[in-house]
T-cell receptor
Framework: GAVVSQHPSRVICKSGTSVKIECRSLDFQATTMFWYRQFPKQSLMLMATSNEGSKATYEQGVEKDKFLINHASLTLSTLTVTSAHPEDSSFYIC?????????????FGPGTRLTVL | GQQLNQSPQSMFIQEGEDVSMNCTSSSIFNTWLWYKQDPGEGPVLLIA?????ELTSNGRLTAQFGITRKDSFLNISASIPSDVGIYFC?????????????FGRGTQLTVWP
């Protein structure tokens, strides 16, 4: 149990285009999902908290108009990087919380490698 | 935001040796988690700790939630080559919303055969 998938696993796009990344909880429902960004040899940086049925909560410094998050169902959250630029190239990872009652255990997806040319 | 101090930053050991790494926080935490990340993959949960003093094992891995609630350690016994990877500690402090985790900078483990 507690499997989180991401699609695509890697994407290469031209500067100025938009890219959508999907995050799915395969065997459980996730009211809350999280989106992280990770640069080489660095730790995970939380970008935003995705809440099913409501607006995402963005971390300070993350542009909500550039990184659009939609959490339309209890098993799917999407991150769209709009008008991508080379500096947006990174490893994007989502996670989901399994369980209720205050459990903080997050399960991560396998990540999406974005390369913007 | 909250910054976790994770050490050591990297370790180079020989197969069969034991490994220890730790994390400290500046505030009291309610949850400590340890993850392992392989290159190009997402982090995989190793051990979750929810109670001060809790000592939990997962195979050759043992982790403890410090009594002060401001630290945690992870031990790996009898290391093997597949233990290679980056180990992250993560935790939640009392002021955080549910699920909001803070991460350490990671410990890069290299195991020589």
């Amino acid at each position: 149990g507690a499997v989180v998938s991401q699609h695509p696993s890697r994407v290469i796009c031209k500067s100025g285009t938009s890219v959508k990344i999907e995050c799915r909880s395969l065997d459980f429902q996730a009211t809350t999902m999280f989106w992280y960004r990770q640069f080489p040899k660095q730790s995970l940086m939380l970008m935003a908290t995705s809440n099913e049925g409501s607006k995402a909560t963005y971390e300070q410094g993350v542009e909500k108009d550039k990184f659009l998050i939609n959490h339309a169902s209890l098993t799917l959250s999407t991150l769209t990087v709009t008008s991508a630029h080379p500096e947006d190239s990174s490893f994007y990872i989502c996670s989901a919380i399994l369980g209720t009652g205050g459990s903080d255990t997050q399960y991560f997806g396998p990540g999406t490698r974005l390369t913007v040319l | 935001g909250q910054q976790l101090n994770q050490s050591p930053q990297s370790m180079f050991i020989q197969e069969g040796e034991d490994v220890s790494m730790n994390c400290t926080s500046s505030s009291i935490f309610n949850t400590w988690l340890w993850y392992k990340q392989d290159p190009g993959e997402g982090p995989v949960l190793l051990i979750a700790l929810y109670k001060a003093g809790e000592l939990t094992s997962n195979g050759r891995l043992t982790a403890q939630f410090g009594i002060t609630r401001k630290d945690s350690f992870l031990n790996i016994s009898a290391s093997i080559p597949s233990d290679v990877g980056i180990y992250f500690c993560a935790g939640r402090d009392r002021g955080s919303t549910l699920g909001r985790l803070y991460f350490g900078r990671g410990t890069q483990l290299t195991v020589w055969p």
